[in-house]
């Protein structure tokens, strides 16, 4: 501070013709003292160092407090006073409140800035789960409130958070390190002041505790809080930001010049000197802290500095320094806006200008509020409208060097001025970790759940604690820790690993599968079998066998079986249109012209016992112009509902995915449901009226037993088509097609062989019953 007010005084452009003074007070730490100082400065109570200042010995403004809580303690005291409070070390957030301290400043930035990028710092290493401690000062509590609450809104769970502070027993403080030694996390954010961590180390020191990575604050990252070789276990790795150190040659200089000589009865000088040269100007204060294991040497003040390398003699400015030089220069450049005031264009009443040999604290106060100069450094400087700073952070990692003590190294920065994206810059390839491999700590509190799995919360645990469980069927999860599987398309499925959706398996009944080539060789014997029956009904048409069995029925019945085991064939192969269409009304068209030749055989054969009564004259009324007639009449019902089932919602090729999630099952649907069951009903009716007109005509003489033949043929037909119902709502896939087909294979056989069979065994294996004799023989079967 001294420095900055010479420097300022030496300076011809600012200030001119003007000498700043100053008082200096220390707090102790106390916000009691601080209250104390503050008030006595204000009251003018203490002599100011330049004597030849005139007029009221008032402070214009303060510089100070270092601690949180005493800077708010000073400004609530002067804040009614009007009189700035330009703290260089103060950081608590809440001093940014204009309404509670309208008179604060400072020139280092908020906590606000050092809680965010604290949080942002440890998202950038992939930490979810870290131990929090604060000391329970404003300082600690707003700081690490304020990292709490941007930790959280980057998905950072708090593993345990304590607070304590310097005078807390020492239980309570043992407490504190088993609980940072016992936890699973070994990343512990300290928000912390350096009182309360040198507490803090000690006890860790006394209980052993390594291995932990320290993420401190600016207030004692780089502070000496242990000895050097207890530095290297305890310390080293430790990450933190710290304001920007700044060269400024002139310093050095200047401190090489202090004397206590020069400065009689100030004990800052006097206590500065001892500490530089380990001595003492006084005998009876037994031994000096800094080295406490022995007498310390009397000062004589003829102590040399030049060539004397230490810490309180730097040539770079820390950033606490640079704060007090910088709190200095803004209240001197506000003095100097005050004094270049040009009446008329003034900022008060009446743009009025402040008089600089009698003027108004708060009039001060507004020039304070509105300085915006460039630093030495370049920097520009300004408030505001909190009173803060643009934050301005280095980061630093404590690292051992080659002579096994610890360096203070930069790994990064933050500039808050610099655009979106930019203001936060960590070299992770520069940190040296404290771990033994020099790996960045796992600091978790569950292992990531891999693509192909979602989060499931633990009842009653943070956010970060959480089980994986594997995505549903049909769902994946293609990123690492996904709250939620995604559903795939409908006609998509979820792979195995359930991390990407692939097309649904497709599946019909195809001519090239195994299936479908033995249910083609089925039709096909099916197809040959009729073939070889009209063959040798044609070729023996004129025996009594073929004749007694109306021939022209017989043949009409063996082309619509032949039609069936055809049609079977539209149920193999990929539904198309065309296909869809053909299935269900070749099917109902060619069942109706099988039932209906049936139906006539039927029906003939009753009428052929009528015709043998006396005075019967049944076979005039069913002729073979009648049968014809019948037969087209009954099939052509079941064409027409066909044609209008094509007009109005013909069968159409779908994928079915309701049954299956999957696979895609080719289909083809009905259409019209009207229409499908009034086909099938239609085939059904005709189906249940021949096999009840054959039943009743089974015990007809023999020679008309051809009904017994018709009643089994359509026990077996019915039979199939009944068991064929719950068979094809079970089956799967593909098999649905399978069964209908093997249905209507296995019904046509039925037919074939139940009717044809046992004529075929007379025509060729016993062609001596195949006579008219024997047709109309009775007691014998043919």
Same mark, same amino acid.
């Given at each position: 501070?001294?420095?900055?007010?010479?420097?300022?005084?030496?300076?011809?452009?600012?200030?001119?013709?003007?000498?700043?003074?100053?008082?200096?007070?220390?707090?102790?730490?106390?916000?009691?003292?601080?209250?104390?100082?503050?008030?006595?400065?204000?009251?003018?109570?203490?002599?100011?160092?330049?004597?030849?200042?005139?007029?009221?010995?008032?402070?214009?403004?303060?510089?100070?407090?270092?601690?949180?809580?005493?800077?708010? *303690?000073?400004?609530?005291?002067?804040?009614?006073?009007?009189?700035?409070?330009?703290?260089?070390?103060?950081?608590?957030?809440?001093?940014?409140?204009?309404?509670?301290?309208?008179?604060?400043?400072?020139?280092?930035?908020?906590?606000?800035?050092?809680?965010?990028?604290?949080?942002?710092?440890?998202?950038?290493?992939? @930490?979810?789960?870290?131990?929090?401690?604060?000391?329970?000062?404003?300082?600690?509590?707003?700081?690490?409130?304020?990292?709490?609450?941007?930790?959280?809104?980057?998905?950072? =769970?708090?593993?345990?958070?304590?607070?304590?502070?310097?005078?807390?027993?020492?239980?309570?403080?043992?407490? &504190?390190?088993?609980?940072?030694?016992?936890?699973?996390?070994? *990343?512990?954010?300290?928000?912390?002041?350096?009182?309360?961590?040198?507490?803090?180390? %000690?006890?860790?020191?006394?209980?052993?505790?390594?291995?932990?990575?320290?993420?401190?604050?600016?207030?004692?990252?780089?502070?000496?809080?242990?000895?050097?070789?207890?530095?290297?276990?305890?310390?080293?790795?430790?990450?933190?930001?710290?304001?920007?150190?700044?060269?400024?040659?002139?310093?050095?200089?200047?401190?090489?010049?202090?004397?206590?000589?020069?400065?009689?009865?100030?004990?800052?000088?006097?206590?500065?000197?001892?500490?530089?040269?380990?001595?003492?100007?006084?005998?009876?204060?037994?031994?000096?802290?800094?080295?406490?294991?022995?007498?310390?040497?009397?000062?004589?003040?003829?102590?040399?500095?030049?060539?004397?390398?230490?810490?309180?003699?730097?040539?770079?400015?820390?950033?606490?320094?640079?704060?007090?030089?910088?709190?200095?220069?803004?209240?001197?450049?506000?003095?100097?806006?005050?004094?270049?005031?040009?009446?008329?264009?003034?900022?008060?009443?009446?743009?009025?200008?402040?008089?600089?040999?009698?003027?108004?604290?708060?009039?001060?106060?507004?020039?304070?509020?509105?300085?915006?100069?460039?630093?030495?450094?370049?920097?520009?400087?300004?408030?505001?409208?909190?009173?803060?700073?643009?934050?301005?952070?280095?980061?630093?990692?404590?690292?051992?060097?080659?002579?096994?003590?610890?360096?203070?190294?930069?790994?990064?920065?933050?500039?808050?001025?610099?655009?979106?994206?930019?203001?936060?810059?960590?070299?992770?390839? $520069?940190?040296?970790?404290?771990?033994?491999?020099?790996?960045?700590?796992?600091?978790?509190?569950?292992?990531?759940?891999?693509?192909?799995?979602?989060?499931?919360?633990?009842?009653?645990?943070?956010?970060?604690?959480?089980? =994986?469980?594997?995505?549903?069927?049909?769902?994946?999860?293609?990123?690492? $820790?996904?709250?939620?599987?995604?559903?795939?398309?409908?006609?998509?499925?979820? %792979?195995?690993?359930?991390?990407?959706? *692939?097309?649904?398996?497709?599946?019909?009944?195809?001519?090239?599968?195994?299936?479908?080539?033995?249910?083609?060789?089925?039709?096909?014997?099916?197809?040959?079998?009729?073939?070889?029956?009209?063959?040798?009904?044609?070729?023996?048409?004129?025996?009594?066998?073929?004749?007694?069995?109306?021939?022209?029925?017989?043949?009409?019945?063996?082309?619509?079986?032949?039609? #069936?085991?055809?049609?079977?064939?539209?149920?193999?192969?990929?539904?198309?249109? @065309?296909?869809?269409?053909?299935?269900?009304?070749?099917?109902?068209?060619?069942?109706?012209?099988?039932?209906?030749?049936?139906?006539?055989?039927?029906? &003939?054969?009753?009428?052929?016992?009528?015709?043998?009564?006396?005075?019967?004259?049944?076979?005039? @009324?069913?002729?073979?112009?009648?049968?014809?007639?019948?037969?087209?009449?009954?099939?052509?019902?079941?064409?027409?509902?066909?044609?209008?089932?094509?007009?109005?919602?013909?069968?159409?090729?779908?994928?079915?995915?309701?049954?299956?999630?999957?696979?895609?099952?080719?289909?083809? $649907?009905?259409?019209?449901?009207?229409?499908?069951?009034?086909?099938? !009903?239609?085939?059904? &009716?005709?189906?249940?009226?021949?096999?009840?007109?054959?039943?009743?005509?089974?015990?007809?003489? $023999?020679?008309?037993?051809?009904?017994?033949?018709?009643?089994?043929?359509?026990?077996?037909? #019915? !039979?199939? @088509?009944?068991?064929?119902?719950?068979?094809?709502?079970?089956?799967?896939?593909?098999?649905?097609?399978?069964?209908?087909?093997?249905?209507?294979?296995?019904?046509?056989?039925?037919?074939?062989?139940?009717?044809?069979?046992?004529?075929?065994?007379?025509?060729?294996?016993?062609?001596?019953?195949?006579?008219?004799?024997?047709?109309?023989?009775?007691?014998?079967?043919?």
């Amino acid at each position: 501070m001294i420095f900055a007010i010479e420097e300022i005084n030496q300076n011809e452009n600012l200030l001119p013709g003007i000498t700043l003074g100053y008082q200096i007070h220390d707090d102790c730490s106390s916000s009691a003292i601080a209250s104390k100082a503050a008030l006595a400065l204000i009251n003018g109570e203490e002599s100011i160092e330049y004597r030849e200042c005139r007029g009221s010995s008032n402070v214009a403004a303060i510089v100070g407090c270092q601690i949180s809580t005493n800077s708010i *303690v000073t400004a609530r005291t002067i804040g009614s006073f009007g009189i700035p409070l330009v703290s260089y070390y103060s950081t608590c957030s809440c001093l940014s409140d204009k309404r509670e301290y309208p008179t604060f400043f400072r020139t280092i930035p908020s906590d606000l800035y050092q809680s965010k990028i604290l949080a942002e710092l440890v998202r950038t290493f992939g @930490w979810t789960w870290i131990g929090a401690i604060r000391s329970n000062t404003d300082y600690g509590n707003f700081g690490m409130q304020g990292f709490m609450e941007h930790a959280e809104k980057f998905g950072v =769970c708090i593993a345990y958070s304590e607070t304590f502070y310097r005078t807390d027993p020492p239980e309570k403080i043992s407490r &504190l390190v088993q609980i940072i030694k016992q936890a699973s996390t070994k *990343v512990v954010v300290a928000f912390v002041n350096v009182g309360d961590m040198r507490i803090l180390l %000690n006890e860790i020191l006394r209980q052993n505790v390594t291995g932990i990575q320290w993420i401190g604050t600016e207030a004692w990252v780089t502070a000496n809080l242990l000895l050097p070789e207890e530095r290297v276990i305890y310390l080293a790795g430790t990450i933190g930001p710290t304001t920007r150190r700044t060269e400024l040659g002139d310093l050095r200089n200047h401190l090489q010049n202090v004397h206590p000589s020069n400065f009689p009865g100030n004990i800052l000088v006097t206590e500065f000197w001892e500490t530089l040269f380990t001595c003492s100007f006084t005998t009876d204060n037994g031994t000096n802290q800094q080295n406490s294991s022995g007498q310390v040497r009397q000062c004589t003040g003829n102590e040399h500095v030049e060539g004397i390398e230490s810490v309180y003699l730097p040539a770079v400015m820390d950033g606490s320094s640079y704060h007090v030089y910088t709190a200095v220069y803004s209240i001197a450049h506000a003095l100097h806006n005050l004094l270049t005031c040009v009446e008329g264009e003034g900022p008060f009443s009446k743009n009025t200008c402040a008089h600089i040999a009698n003027f108004q604290p708060w009039q001060l106060l507004h020039y304070i509020r509105t300085v915006n100069f460039t630093a030495k450094t370049g920097e520009t400087v300004y408030f505001d409208e909190h009173g803060d700073p643009v934050p301005r952070y280095e980061f630093v990692n404590l690292q051992v060097n080659l002579k096994g003590t610890v360096d203070i190294v930069n790994i990064g920065y933050y500039d808050g001025s610099a655009a979106a994206g930019r203001k936060l810059v960590i070299n992770i390839g $520069d940190v040296v970790w404290s771990t033994s491999g020099n790996t960045i700590p796992q600091a978790i509190c569950s292992e990531p759940c891999f693509p192909g799995t979602r989060k499931v919360s633990r009842k009653g645990q943070p956010i970060c604690c959480f089980d =994986c469980a594997e995505c549903a069927d049909g769902e994946i999860s293609n990123v690492t $820790d996904s709250t939620d599987c995604i559903k795939c398309p409908s006609e998509y499925w979820s %792979n195995r690993a359930k991390t990407q959706c *692939v097309l649904k398996k497709v599946e019909f009944l195809s001519f090239g599968e195994l299936l479908g080539f033995v249910l083609v060789m089925l039709a096909v014997v099916g197809i040959c079998f009729t073939v070889a029956t009209a063959v040798i009904f044609y070729h023996y048409r004129e025996t009594p066998i073929v004749k007694a069995n109306n021939s022209e029925l017989s043949f009409l019945l063996l082309f619509s079986l032949l039609l #069936c085991f055809i049609c079977s064939l539209a149920f193999i192969g990929e539904p198309s249109g @065309w296909s869809c269409m053909l299935r269900r009304t070749s099917f109902g068209v060619v069942f109706v012209l099988c039932i209906s030749c049936i139906l006539g055989k039927t029906i &003939l054969v009753v009428v052929a016992f009528k015709a043998t009564l006396p005075n019967s004259s049944a076979m005039n @009324w069913f002729g073979h112009v009648q049968q014809r007639l019948g037969v087209f009449i009954v099939t052509f019902l079941q064409v027409l509902a066909c044609v209008l089932w094509l007009s109005v919602s013909p069968p159409y090729p779908f994928k079915n995915m309701r049954h299956y999630r999957d696979v895609i099952i080719l289909d083809c $649907d009905v259409g019209s449901l009207t229409a499908f069951y009034f086909v099938s !009903a239609y085939i059904a &009716l005709l189906s249940i009226v021949c096999l009840v007109l054959a039943f009743f005509a089974r015990k007809l003489p $023999d020679s008309f037993n051809d009904a017994k033949y018709i009643t089994f043929s359509m026990l077996i037909f #019915c !039979a199939v @088509w009944i068991t064929f119902i719950p068979a094809y709502v079970s089956s799967p896939g593909k098999y649905t097609a399978a069964v209908e087909v093997f249905a209507i294979w296995a019904s046509s056989f039925g037919l074939l062989v139940c009717i044809f069979a046992p004529k075929c065994y007379i025509i060729l294996l016993k062609p001596e019953n195949n006579t008219k004799k024997q047709m109309m023989a009775k007691g014998t079967s043919p």
